[in-house]
């Protein structure tokens, strides 16, 4: 995949993000930046000022434009994507803004009684998220999450099922080992022999894995223990075709996280304040990001894989190389997997593997 420049500011926010939210190597953790940067870039539209700038500085100027050739309309792949709006009916709304949400795929505004019913709100929300991940995510906001005072929410919701190119023969996965920071335990392991996009850099293993529709599937597996990710965008860009056997662990991960610590961590800080403006929005001034509420399932088996994850942003008023031989590639210790679309690099998920 070519390394273009806003490929690249969407990886590093990726990479920039999950340091922030899962900095303890040892323990599994799994979530979407396409979702996350879907909502956080309808939020930047409704900023203004340093409270959009901080936003911007994060995700890249050209957040919208990646995210939006990432959708996939192909046959061979079954993908949905929601981008709502939901609003309090009392609530002015900029004309403009609604206009420029209108190009986001699955663009829709909703009314919510945030104000007179908030257990409601929170259960429409809830309803219209696990429609969208086929019910892989069926409570996005917990109870109590939704407050009288709650004006608005920024939703992303997104569900990926994809085949891979060519399957992994279920007669070949078998219980191998898997060197985990508790102790080395029998996982059961997936493998294939096959032409693939195989890179060794800057301390990193790469294996991608095509699947249908444009996607593909990339296991980067540190040389020692899962550490820091500065190597990453150097081996992605080195990924070439070659002849590789792949061990690779099956995968079923779920992760939740609240978001707005980290990002605050990562410089985005006025929009949870009293100084947030989100006059592009609305031009009521006291309006300000309450909390950043993050979910994501993501399952990988020999058939290929399934993904879901939703975000919501909740808003309050205050060429080909043959080798004889393959190159082996045990995937046995913690490692990073990226599911992302390959023509865009938009990153679908990102799941840290400390135990299968």
Request: glycine share 6%; hydrophobic share 45%.
């Amino acid at each position: 995949m070519p390394d273009r420049a806003p490929d690249r500011a969407h990886l590093t926010f990726a990479l920039t993000l999950h340091d922030a939210l899962a900095p303890d190597r040892g323990v599994n953790a799994c979530w979407s930046p396409y979702s996350v940067a879907s909502a956080l870039g309808m939020t930047a539209q409704a900023a203004r000022g340093a409270t959009g700038e901080e936003i911007v500085a994060l995700l890249g100027e050209d957040n919208a434009e990646v995210l939006r050739s990432a959708a996939i309309a192909d046959e061979e792949a079954e993908f949905a994507v929601a981008n709502t709006l939901w609003v309090w009916d009392e609530l002015p709304l900029d004309p403009d803004f609604t206009a420029e949400l209108a190009r986001w795929p699955g663009a829709k505004v909703r009314s919510a009684p945030f104000a007179t019913d908030p257990e409601a709100a929170r259960k429409a929300i809830n309803a219209d998220v696990a429609e969208t991940t086929r019910e892989l995510i069926p409570e996005l906001l917990k109870s109590g999450s939704v407050h009288e005072d709650t004006v608005a929410g920024l939703v992303n919701a997104l569900y990926l099922k994809v085949a891979w190119t060519e399957e992994f023969p279920e007669g070949d996965t078998e219980p191998r080992p898997f060197h985990a920071p508790g102790g080395t335990v029998e996982v059961p392991t997936m493998r294939k022999e096959a032409t693939l996009r195989y890179a060794a850099r800057a301390g990193w293993q790469a294996v991608a894995v095509p699947a249908r529709g444009g996607v593909e599937a990339v296991v980067l597996l540190p040389d020692g223990e899962l550490g820091d990710t500065a190597g990453v965008p150097e081996v992605l860009a080195a990924l070439d075709f070659e002849r590789v056997e792949l061990h690779w662990p099956k995968l079923s991960l779920t992760s939740s996280a609240l978001l707005a610590d980290p990002l605050r961590r990562l410089g985005v800080r006025t929009v949870f304040t009293a100084e947030a403006d989100l006059t592009g929005l609305s031009p009521d001034p006291r309006l300000t990001v309450d909390e950043v509420v993050h979910e994501s399932v993501l399952r990988v088996d020999e058939q290929g894989f399934e993904g879901a994850a939703a975000t919501a942003v909740m808003i309050r008023a205050v060429s080909l190389i043959m080798h004889p031989d393959p190159r082996v590639v045990r995937v046995d210790r913690p490692h990073l997997v990226l599911i992302r679309h390959a023509g865009s690099g938009a990153i679908f998920f990102l799941a840290q593997v400390a135990q299968p």
